[in-house]
Structures are given as structure tokens and as C-alpha cells.
T-cell receptor, first 116, second 113 residues
């Protein structure tokens, strides 16, 4: 079964506007972590943000914030004030379990194109 | 600061030829190491991970193998490449213990012809 679901089609967003990328996950483990990565056309995977399942507050890193809705099993990424350099594929990933198990399961990604 | 290197950056190999991709990490000790593959237009698939020297766990049965001869060195190999082995191979590392971050190398683009 798919553990991470990202189903949005490619998105166009106006520069300086905010964009929300959807991610839903499936796990029965109470201990897990959620990651977001950015992959520009160069191919490198850039770590953006992390949210632990026991974290009480939504994670934020600069212009990135994670809207964590545990009951809905949702971990949407919000990019505020979009910049042209934000054009990329964005991947949501999940780590299940605790120590000794750091494997990540990735979604299929969301394509974002920022237009001036 | 920590740095992760991968080489080569690109590789074109004929079917049936061997493969060796190398990954090294600097600036950390006893990292967890991972090999992922990304097919064109797809997400990442975990192939192997290692929590220490000589300790390799395989996620997907295939004609690939991995080895960790040194603490910060991770090697992906194949004796005979298949067309389906084409893809973008990414090495990653995370600090020992619980991963709240995982960092990727620049990747190797492999084309099997």
C-alpha cells in the first residue's frame, strides 16, 4: 500500500504568492517522522523541513512551514512568498518507527513552477 | 560541516557490464548510509541502507549489491547491468540514532544501453 500520497497535478504559482503542497500518509506506528525535500532540475535532493509525530507545534524553516494535521494524517508544505528559484519537484517522505529504523518512504512528488 | 560526495556524476554503460558507484561522507562519524534510485519522473526507491561497517540491509531484491568497507564509504555494485537499472542513483546519510534529517549527495545518472 502507498505510504505517502501526493496527487496534485503540476502547479503554477505567481511569484510572491504562497503555495500549499498536499501530502497524506499511511501508518499504524505512533512514532514517525515526516520530511519534505526539494529537487530542482539539477537533480540534487535538498532537505527542507522535518516534523516528528510527537511534535506539538507545526515545524517552520524560513519560508517553509509544515501544516501537520495528525488526525487526518496530513502533512502539507506551505511555501510563503514564492520565488523563481522555488520552481522544482517537491517530495514528501516518511520515516516509520524509532531508533534503528531510519528508512524513508517517498511520495511521487509535486511539480511547482513559479511564474514572474 | 558535513559533505557527501558521489562519483561518477554520469555514466553510460552497456547491458551486461559491471557497475561500481561510490559515495563518501566527510565531517561525521558512524553515519547511517543509504542508496536510493529514482526512475525518470518518479519518486525515490530505497535500495540499501547501512548502520555500520559491513552491515547492509537490502530493501529490494535485484541484481545490485552494496558494501560498506569503511565507516564513511558506501559502494553500490552490479556484476551485470540490465536496461532496467537505468536511473538516477542517490546516496544519502543521516546521523546515528533517530533520523530527523537525511542529506543527499549530488547523484549519479546511469544510462544502460
Amino acid at each position: 500500500a502507498q505510504k505517502i500520497t501526493q496527487t496534485q497535478p503540476g502547479m503554477f504559482v505567481q511569484e510572491k504568492e504562497a503555495v500549499t503542497l498536499d501530502c497524506t500518509y499511511d501508518t499504524s506506528d505512533p512514532s514517525y517522522g515526516l520530511f519534505w525535500y526539494k529537487q530542482p532540475s539539477s537533480g540534487e535532493m535538498i532537505f527542507l523541513i522535518y516534523q516528528g509525530s510527537y511534535d506539538q507545534q507545526n515545524a517552520t524553516e524560513g519560508r517553509y512551514s509544515l501544516n501537520f494535521q495528525k488526525a487526518r494524517k496530513s502533512a502539507n508544505l506551505v511555501i510563503s512568498a514564492s520565488q523563481l528559484g522555488d520552481s522544482a519537484m517537491y517530495f514528501c517522505a516518511m520515516r516509520e518507527g524509532w531508533y534503528g529504523n531510519n528508512r524513508l518512504a517517498f511520495g511521487k512528488g509535486n511539480q511547482v513552477v513559479v511564474i514572474p | 560541516s558535513q559533505t557527501i560526495h558521489q562519483w561518477p556524476a554520469t555514466l553510460v554503460q552497456p547491458v551486461g557490464s559491471p557497475l561500481s558507484l561510490e559515495c563518501t561522507v566527510e565531517g561525521t562519524s558512524n553515519p547511517n548510509l543509504y542508496w536510493y534510485r529514482q526512475a525518470a519522473g518518479r519518486g525515490l526507491q530505497l535500495l540499501f541502507y547501512s548502520v555500520g561497517i559491513g552491515q547492509i540491509s537490502s530493501e529490494v531484491p535485484q541484481n545490485l549489491s552494496a558494501s560498506r568497507p569503511q565507516d564513511r564509504q558506501f559502494i553500490l555494485s552490479s556484476k551485470k547491468l540490465l536496461l532496467s537499472d537505468s536511473g538516477f542513483y542517490l546516496c544519502a546519510w543521516s546521523p546515528p540514532g533517530l533520523a530527523t534529517e537525511q542529506y543527499f549527495g549530488p547523484g549519479t545518472r546511469l544510462t544502460v544501453t
